[in-house]
């Protein structure tokens, strides 16, 4: 629904002569003297950045995989075994044929009666329905904070949000090629796709490893609210 503002002005100039100051027409960005945020991990290179998402990932209890695109496909399968097997649900989403997975998602996994679901979003209530009862997500990393171990997902009409959320398990292929130090790096990355005219995703999700909380006591609680496991599978050579 579009909605019509009415009395905007008025009412920001009342709040403005309140202020003792003229309405504000536009806003400038600030030019600051220092800048930390870019000091994190700034000389890293695409291996330094892996082996600090390494680190990470042992502090935020998700398994990681280094493996390569041929390998890709064999080094999927053993993880999904491990997690307890199908059902899984996946977005519909062209990178998965790139990676090579489309026979183990189209053949190999229906052939052995693992059952694997494509979001469509013309199915609405049906995509939610599976995602809730399938053991294993499996999504793709757009952007990797290296010094957080943050996965980011851009939502849209073919990447649903419950494939990260609702299974038991999320399994996040990671490309290499995505890892930046931090969240400074992500949010220039997102800036400068809006700026630059690309459809902004309908949602964008920061995700660090399997649910989790902790008390005021910090005693953490994994799997609260979200999947109890994840594994993030990083690919070297795309």
């Known amino acids: 629904m579009n909605g019509t503002i009415q009395n905007r002005d008025a009412f920001l100039s009342k709040i403005a002569g309140r202020l003792g100051r003229e309405k504000v027409t536009g806003v ?37 995989v280094v493996t390569n695109a041929d390998n890709l496909t064999e080094t999927l399968k053993e993880i999904v ?8 649900v996946t977005w519909k989403d062209d990178r998965y044929r790139q990676f090579g997975l489309t026979p183990l998602f189209k053949e190999i996994w229906p052939k052995e009666k693992v059952e694997v679901y494509e ?17 294993i997500g499996i999504t793709v990393s757009e952007i990797t904070l290296a010094e957080s171990g943050t996965a980011v997902l851009f939502s849209s009409k073919d990447h649903g949000r419950t494939v990260s959320f609702l299974p038991a398990a999320s399994i996040i292929l990671i490309p290499k090629s995505t890892l930046v130090p931090r969240m ?16 902004a995703p309908s949602c964008i999700n920061f995700i660090t490893g399997p649910s989790n909380s902790a008390d005021i006591e910090m005693n953490l609680v994994v799997g609260v609210h979200g999947p109890v496991k994840a594994a993030y599978i990083v690919i070297e050579d795309l």
């Open 81 to 88: 075994a491990q997690y307890g097997g199908g059902p899984v």
């Open 28 to 64: 400038e960005r600030p030019k600051w003297s220092f800048n930390p945020q870019d000091a994190v991990l700034k000389e890293a290179d695409a291996d330094e950045l892996l082996e600090a998402l390494k680190t990470q990932c042992t502090k935020i209890h998700t398994d990681l």
């Open 119 to 135: 979001w469509d979003f013309s199915e609405e209530r049906r995509n939610i329905d599976y995602a809730e009862h399938a053991n």
């Open 184 to 199: 400074t790096q992500a949010a220039r990355i997102i800036r400068e796709r809006v700026n630059s005219g690309q459809l």
